[in-house]
């Protein structure tokens, strides 16, 4: 695991948006695996400023989805598919044509991820998956105690996490309690994880995942056992280093 420590947020939006600029570079036709939360905004911004400022052309990248909510109505503005629209797709000029995620509103959410898993594996598997932190050291919506292995898959939000993701709901009431998230295992296929964390609310799960032991308990210590995992960090969410 390669460890990068930047001065700040900023600084690690665009030290990764270089890493995709790269790699869409080598690959135009790269899938770019996402995620949500404020985490990543500083990555998109950097990125949209490279194509509009430089000749740097992902008009052939594809973008998917890490996770989703379960339950809110099509085109919730805050379902993870409106939110990767809006800061991700439209932003690098792309259509919803080079964009998949799961299907949080199907009948049937069992074979929904099960389809999501298949299409990531048709698409011939993510080539750089971003990542950002819970505070409880999730990744995706794979709460601690996932299994290492999971699947995509419907996962039961702990309390903490809502709680975390209430700042973009009304009120806590109308957070979703049921998610569909990639599984770890899911997760661990993509080439290249880069992980992005910033601020002092997330210095101690930074912590865990680099230097504790590998454990469902903290789920992102998982990066350990990937070939190509790195994790960017400001000084801030580095102090428990
Ligand atoms: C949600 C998302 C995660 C994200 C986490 C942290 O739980 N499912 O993918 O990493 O929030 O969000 P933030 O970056 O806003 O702290």
């Not at 990639?182 to 994880?193: D, M, V």
């Not at 880069?194 to 992102?220: Q, R």
């Amino acid at each position: 695991m390669e460890i990068v420590i930047v001065p700040d947020a900023a600084a690690g939006g665009e030290l990764i948006a270089a890493a995709i600029a790269d790699l869409l570079i080598r690959k135009p036709d790269a899938l770019l695996g996402v995620a949500t939360g404020s985490t990543p905004l500083p990555i998109y911004e950097a990125l949209a400023t490279k194509v509009r400022e430089t000749d740097l052309d992902v008009s052939r990248a594809r973008i998917c989805q890490l996770d989703e909510y379960v339950g809110l109505p099509k085109g919730h503005p805050e379902s993870y598919r409106s939110v990767v629209l809006r800061e991700v797709v439209e932003p690098l000029g792309l259509t919803e044509s080079s964009f998949m995620g799961p299907d949080g509103s199907a009948e049937d959410i069992a074979a929904a991820c099960l389809a999501y898993d298949q299409a990531l594996a048709a698409a011939g598997g993510v080539d750089l998956q971003l990542l950002g932190i819970g505070t409880d050291g999730h990744i995706g919506f794979n709460e601690p105690c996932s299994s290492l292995a999971s699947r995509t898959r419907i996962k039961t939000l702990t309390e903490r996490t809502r709680v975390d993701n209430a700042r973009f709901f009304n009120n806590l009431d109308e957070v979703p309690h049921h998610v569909i998230t990639q599984g770890i295992g899911t997760i661990l296929e993509a080439r290249h994880l880069v992980l992005l964390a910033t601020g002092e609310g997330k210095a101690d799960a930074v912590a865990l995942t680099v230097e504790g032991p590998v454990s469902a308990v903290v789920p992102a210590s998982a990066l350990q056992l990937h070939p190509h995992a790195t994790v960017v960090v400001d000084e801030a969410a580095a102090s428990g280093l």
